[in-house]
């Protein structure tokens, strides 16, 4: 799916990937941009034990165009689900996903753990510092995602190894609730919330990596 701003940018979501969304400027190549993050994917699919049927993926094909929000353009998320995305799920498609989910979180924790404490700053100096990061990704998590299942826990949570897996285990028992209820997740269909997870997880772990100053020389 192409989700297309306003004014900024473009969004390429391979929904059937959960996390695998890129965006670009308006005018930009975005399946390109996408294309680009395949292998880095591919490392999640693994994990999620989905390798060979990710590997087995041909070319990104556009099956639907959609106009975006205000967050398409200043974040460059996606802010709409894909058609196919409002549609029930299988019991397998949605353990599927779940999986892809955690291992969006296992990506993130990782990478969190073994980049430098100091992080290479944007052109202007900018970007924000490792622990700020990682607040912020469990954080959005919490306190804007979860709930939209009904899991409601404490912001704090984020800040405790135990309790944060003990809070995921609960986010994929009332993603399973739902589904098994055939409800969404509030105003969004449960495999956009699903999508929308991973996606922001993913986000900042490449985020991170991309930053990590461990093997740059003095």
């Keep these: 799916m192409l989700e297309h701003g306003k004014k900024k940018r ?9 996390g695998w969304d890129r965006s670009t400027k308006i005018g930009g190549d975005a399946l390109a941009v996408l294309e680009a993050y395949r292998p880095r994917y591919a490392k999640v699919a ?3 034990g989905f390798a060979a049927e990710f590997g087995a993926a041909g070319e990104l094909e556009v099956v639907e165009q959609v106009a975006g929000i205000g967050m398409t353009d200043f974040y460059g998320v996606s802010g709409r689900a ?11 498609e949605c353990e599927r ?17 073994r980049v430098s404490a100091e992080l290479r700053k944007g052109p202007r100096g900018g970007g ?7 607040r912020h990704v469990n954080g959005a998590e919490i306190d804007e995602f979860a709930p939209k299942v009904g899991v409601k ?3 704090e949570t984020r800040d405790d190894p135990e309790a944060l897996r003990v809070y995921r285990d609960a986010f994929v028992e009332g993603i399973r609730d739902h589904h098994a209820r055939g409800e969404p997740a509030r105003s969004w269909p449960l495999q956009f919330l699903i999508r ?7 986000d900042h772990a490449w985020e991170l990596e991309d930053r990590d100053l461990t093997n740059v020389p003095a």
């Excluded at 196919?84 to 019991?91: I, K, L, S, V, Y």
């Design 10 to 18: 473009v969004v390429a979501c391979a929904f059937d990937w959960p």
């Design 46 to 48: 693994d994990l999620a």
């Design 82 to 92: 894909a058609e196919p995305e409002h549609g029930a799920m299988t019991n397998a």
């Design 97 to 113: 996903k779940i999986a892809l989910l955690r291992a969006s979180w296992n990506t993130f924790d990782d990478m969190a753990a």
């Design 128 to 134: 924000w510092e490792k622990a700020r990061i990682i």
């Design 153 to 155: 826990v404490p912001l």
């Design 196 to 202: 929308r997870c991973t996606w922001h997880m993913l």
